[in-house]
């Protein structure tokens, strides 16, 4: 099946710092990517919808001067948490969907973010 | 609301045990619904796929049942093993599956 990947799989960064995660999709072109976080025992929390060569599109409460994505590729796009503070640390996970069919939308293996 | 719910929220079993867990939803319009697998501190993995006309579909030891009148779902879990210890989360997919609901998952313990 198709495979998503994640880097890092685990970043610990200081307090007011910047930490950028990076999803590829490695073995297809992901028109649309999502990018979700996860608190413990909780469920994924859609976060943004990035398509390739567009702005991204946040869910409410999600600020997008904090959490800044980039869909430069078809194959790539990057979340950057700034000045991230105690509590961004979570699970993010990023997924990625080829075309429009409801069948072709595949996760990453997340990032564990820790803040201290 | 779309909402998706799922019992119980923690299960825990002996190897070799059969165990099935349960998912209501209230989402519309329905495109599909996929069981996942989440090992912890990994992304989800799907199971099952199923649209509207499917009723049970199997995957290896997993079976999904889906009842669109009642909006339920099941995955059953045959013959349980160690590796199968995860969170198990239902997803249901709305508006030509460009949206998703996700369940808060049912977390499972196969124990020796």
């Known amino acids: 099946g198709a495979v998503v990947s994640q880097h890092p799989s685990r970043v610990i960064c200081k307090s007011g710092t910047s930490v950028k995660i990076e999803c590829r999709s490695l073995d297809f072109q992901a028109t649309t990517m999502f990018w979700y976080r996860q608190f413990p025992k909780q469920s994924l929390m859609l976060m943004a919808t990035s398509n390739e060569g567009s702005k991204a599109t946040y869910e409410q409460g999600v600020e997008k001067d904090k959490f800044l994505i980039n869909h430069a590729s078809l194959t790539l796009s990057t979340l950057t948490v700034t000045s991230a503070h105690p509590e961004d640390s979570s699970f993010y996970i990023c997924?990625?969907?080829?075309?429009?069919?409801?069948?072709?939308?595949?996760f990453g293996p997340g990032t564990r973010l820790l803040v201290l | 609301k779309n909402q998706v719910e799922q019992s119980p929220q923690s299960l825990i079993i002996l190897e070799g045990k059969n165990c099935t867990l349960q998912c209501n939803y209230t989402v519309s319009p329905f495109s599909n619904l996929r069981w996942y697998k989440q090992d912890t501190g990994r992304g989800p993995v799907s199971l099952t796929i199923m649209t509207f006309s499917e009723n049970t579909k199997s995957n290896g030891r997993y079976t999904a049942t889906l009842d669109a009148d009642t909006k339920q779902s099941s995955l059953h879990i045959t013959a349980s093993q160690l590796s199968d210890s995860a969170s198990y989360i239902c997803?249901?997919?709305?508006?030509?599956?460009?949206?998703?609901?996700f369940g808060t998952g049912t977390q499972l313990k196969v124990e020796l």
């Open positions: 997924s990625a969907r080829v075309g429009t069919g409801q069948e072709t939308q595949y």
């Open positions: 997803v249901v997919f709305t508006g030509g599956g460009n949206k998703l609901t």
